[in-house]
């Protein structure tokens, strides 16, 4: 695509782009039309030196569509739409939130379009965010192994991370963050394997480590093999992306088709980020027509 408003320069050959020359405080149509054109070719698009307060922050999440729900972790008191994403230096070998491979709330009905995070206070290495195409996690897969997932469906939950017995985030007792236990984070819903992405019309696959639990009508146990197996595909070093954070940096991207990991490896800094969301509306796919009800 030529762009008018916006630079965009890939940062790898597979995912993830950088936008320069735009203002995030000073957007007009045309621009935000091109950012999201980017976004969706890219999978996963940054933006640098663009110092947002929480309320700017907002106003360009609001440029693509509602805010999203955000459930099992407090958000800010008066900004309901935003999740304070912090570490404290003081919190040594605390396991950090978002540090395993996932797309975000795929246990909702309709998990989200995009997420969007803003970096404040960084470290002086480490906390890099690493992002995922699963576009290609799915077309490059063998024609036998396309055939055996797409009429597959995933059943999707919260209670890893947030139901009431031990999670995977570790101790739920946080200085920096208040993870919220509930019953309901054990509540299970339904997703195709394969998604079809509503704007792109593209294939990708749509599970992850975090959140999908098994194939529908299978145990976890008889599930097990065959998911690890497509989420280590998923993640093969060609279809990444590592991102750096800098102050003022941002990301914005796309949960129908990518995974995303933030990395765990500065203890003794301070890392702080502001992340919001933006609604989505409930995947289809080959296994799961667009209007069928989910379970």
Partial sequence: MAYKKISVEPLTGTVGAEIFDVDLTNLDAETVAEIRAAFLEHVVVFFRDQPLDI???????SQFGPFGIEPYVKTMGEHPEVIAVVKEADEVKTINFGGHWHSDWSFQENPPMATILFGDDIPPYGGDTMFAN???????????????????????????????????????????????????AHDEIEHPVVRIHPETGRK??????????RFKDMSERDS????????????????????????NSLA???????????????????RALYRTTVAGDRPFGPAMPKNEKAA
């Fill in 55 to 61: 309320k700017d922050l907002k106003n360009f999440t």
């Fill in 134 to 184: 699963m576009y290609l996690a799915y077309e490059t897969l063998s024609d036998g192994m396309k055939t055996l997932i797409d009429p597959l469906v995933a059943i999707h939950s919260a209670r890893r991370s947030y139901g009431t017995g031990k999670s995977i985030l570790g101790t739920k007792k946080r200085k920096s963050m208040t993870i919220i236990q509930s019953e309901e």
């Fill in 224 to 247: 097990r093999e065959l998911l690890e197996k497509l989420y280590r595909h998923s993640v093969s070093e060609i279809f990444t992306c590592r991102f750096r954070w800098r102050k």
């Fill in 252 to 270: 914005m991207w796309d949960n129908r088709a990518a995974m995303h990991l933030a990395l765990n490896d500065y203890d003794g800094y301070r």
């Fill in 204 to 213: 990708a696959l749509f599970i992850n480590p975090v959140y999908t639990i």
